[in-house]
């Protein structure tokens, strides 16, 4: 079996994550998309080829495609000219044609699958990988006056410090410090050469490499560039009050996020003055920055 990885279809929607970055270097358990999905691909059997090589027997999936690889292994025992859609009628895949509207024939499958357009999908598939991990990897050094319930992979040079509490899946780098008495909890990836400060609490998140999250803040359902530093004291809130699902705004539209919890999608270089406040579903773009006491009420793009 054979596989191209396309090109995405619009990653200028996915910003401030692609400000700078192809959609395929964006963190997934600490892992570039493209490399996930490479990696995804070859244990399935499927050889990955450049694009010049494809031929009729070749499956085509866009970059921002998640899909189970046992539907991509069903599509690639069709006949050349077949497209696979989802459940819901979105394009997902095809075979044997240079673009899917050359194809003349159609399946659709059950399997979990989704594209991936907007940022904050880049947290349901974090959850979705980290679900995946059953086993901890532990290489670097924990306190025993840390307690971890759940699954650790924590890379070399990384330290758990007193007073830490790890639940769920948890994914930290190399040469990390957390805490002294932070919470981590929920399917959360922390990169390399990240700092998470005394008392901080960080749930379900990404956190880029090198980034640094200082003592007694939230972050909540988010994902944070490389290169942050989120002063003392930050909350980047996650829930409305009526529990609707979070609108994010997308080139001036309200976009429903299908999301009950929600935090900030914030960009690289990002730093946040002392007692920031960031309202849920909010983005912060690449390089800016917030004075003490700030409340950023609306995206600051």
């Not at 996930?36 to 691909?41: A, K, P, Q, S």
């Not at 025992?77 to 673009?99: F, I």
């Not at 539209?253 to 002392?274: H, Q, S």
Request: glycine letters at 12%; proline letters at 4%.
């Amino acid at each position: 079996m054979q596989a191209v990885i396309r090109s995405p279809r619009n990653a200028a929607l996915c910003a401030p994550l692609t400000t700078g970055r192809h959609i395929g270097d964006c963190l997934v358990a600490n892992i570039p998309l493209k490399d996930l999905i490479g990696t995804e691909l070859r244990r399935a059997g499927f050889e990955i080829a450049e694009h010049k090589d494809a031929s009729g027997r070749t499956v085509h999936l866009p970059l921002d495609h998640w899909i189970d690889v046992g539907a991509l292994c069903m599509l690639a025992r069709q006949d050349p000219g077949t497209c696979l859609y989802d459940s819901d009628g979105d394009l997902v895949a095809w075979k044997g044609c240079d673009e899917p509207d050359q194809c003349t024939k159609k399946i659709i499958t059950e399997a979990p699958c989704f594209r991936i357009s907007y940022p904050w999908e880049f947290i349901q598939l974090n959850e979705d990988v980290l679900e995946a991990i059953n086993e901890s990897n532990i290489e670097g050094d924990v306190s025993p006056l840390a307690s971890v319930e759940g699954t650790l992979i924590l890379g070399k040079g990384s330290k758990v410090l007193p007073g830490v509490v790890i639940e769920g899946t948890v994914v930290i780098g190399d040469n990390c410090k957390i805490g002294p008495n932070a919470y981590i909890r929920g399917n959360t990836s922390i990169g390399d050469n990240c700092v998470v400060g005394n008392a901080v609490e960080i749930k379900n998140s990404v956190i880029y490499h090198h980034t640094s999250i200082a003592h007694l803040s939230y972050v909540g359902d988010s994902i944070i560039g490389s290169h942050v530093y989120l002063g003392a004291g930050t909350v980047l809130s996650n829930r409305r009050h009526d529990g609707r699902h979070h609108r994010c705004s997308v080139n001036g539209e309200l976009i429903n996020t299908g999301r009950e919890k929600l935090g900030a999608i914030i960009g690289d270089g990002v730093c946040t003055g002392v007692n920031t406040s960031v309202f849920p579903a909010r983005k912060i773009g690449r390089g800016r920055t917030t004075r003490p006491g700030a409340i950023v009420e609306r995206d600051m793009m």
